[in-house]
């Protein structure tokens, strides 16, 4: 593979198929931690819910770090260069406003791994959602609101 940019390297090979699973995961830019502030995690969180009410996306669990989000998503009618481009905007939009801050919020690009139908999709949201244990940020999970997930 030719020494391509990280945004690049991530786009090469790209496919999107309705009604598969996806874990998304973006990063702030250089990893400010934006959303250690509750108020614009709640943002994130409105984003998401937003994409699932216009049936882009069904949201199965999603964690927003103070750095990044993940989102495990079974994609409905769009494609993940939409889902994600959408998003991303609408976050920075309101977080801007919000906040006083201006211009770019998030590292270019996200991370996608579409999920085979044996992966075993709750443990995977397990995951997601224990990421807050994981980085120190509580001791048990009930002290960590900006998370969901549809089986826990």
């Known amino acids: ?12 090979g790209r496919y999107a198929e309705p009604n598969r699973v996806y874990l998304l995961t973006t990063n702030t830019l250089n990893r ?3 959303f250690a502030d509750f108020a614009l995690g709640r943002l994130v969180v409105h984003q998401l819910r937003r994409a ?3 049936g882009l996306a ?3 669990a999603w964690v927003v770090m103070p750095d990044h989000f993940h989102w495990l998503v079974e994609l409905e009618n769009c494609s993940l260069r939409k889902l994600m481009r959408e998003t991303k905007s609408l ?3 309101e977080v801007n406003l919000c906040s ?11 991370h996608d791994r579409a999920l085979r139908k044996e992966d075993d999709l709750v443990k995977m949201a397990r995951y997601i959602v ?3 244990l ?3 940020l509580v001791e048990k999970l009930g002290d960590y609101s900006l998370w969901d997930a549809i089986w826990i």
Not at 1 to 12: G, I, N, V
Not at 100 to 110: I, T
């Open 52 to 54: 699932q009410d216009l």
């Open 32 to 34: 400010e931690p934006v």
């Open 1 to 12: 593979m030719p020494d391509l940019p990280a945004s690049h390297r991530l786009r090469a």
């Open 100 to 110: 006083g801050r201006s211009g770019q919020l998030w590292q270019q690009g996200y």
């Open 130 to 132: 224990a990421n807050p």
């Open 58 to 60: 069904k949201s199965l």
């Open 134 to 136: 994981r980085a120190g």
């Open 91 to 93: 976050i920075t939009r």
